[in-house]
Nanobody, 114 residues
Framework: QVQLVESGGGLVQAGGSLRLSCAASGTVFNYMGWYRQAPGKQRELVAAITRSGTTTYADSVKERFTISRDNAKNTMYLQMNSLKPEDTDVYYC??????????WGQGTQVTVSS
């Protein structure tokens, strides 16, 4: 069974930091990424990383967020620094298997107070 389990969300003041984790299991993943979705808005890419380490970031989080993955542990991370109230969202882990299937986690809430 393929499972993606997010953790690390919570409430933090503006300027603070959080570290999200996505523990994956069940298959080998090439593409993995973090997405976020606020009420009434579409889900959007925050950051993505391939198995070889190539990264992509949304313009709104560049130089504040850092995505990484530990292939031995099959876990992906998102270090979020200098958080802003507009970063408040539900954050979702996405992983694409070698054969092309896409998997999603259930999401973790990030709330940044002003």
């Amino acid at each position: 069974q393929v499972q993606l389990v997010e953790s690390g969300g919570g409430l933090v003041q503006a300027g603070g930091s959080l570290r999200l984790s996505c523990a994956a299991s069940g298959t080998v993943f090439n593409y993995m990424g973090w997405y976020r979705q606020a009420p009434g808005k579409q889900r959007e890419l925050v950051a993505a990383i391939t198995r070889s380490g190539t990264t992509t970031y949304a313009d709104s989080v560049k130089e504040r967020f850092t995505i990484s993955r530990d292939n031995a542990k099959n876990t992906m991370y998102l270090q979020m620094n200098s958080l802003k109230p507009e970063d408040t969202d539900v954050y979702y882990c996405r992983a694409d298997g070698i054969l092309g299937a896409t998997y999603w986690g259930q999401g973790t809430q990030v709330t940044v107070s002003s």
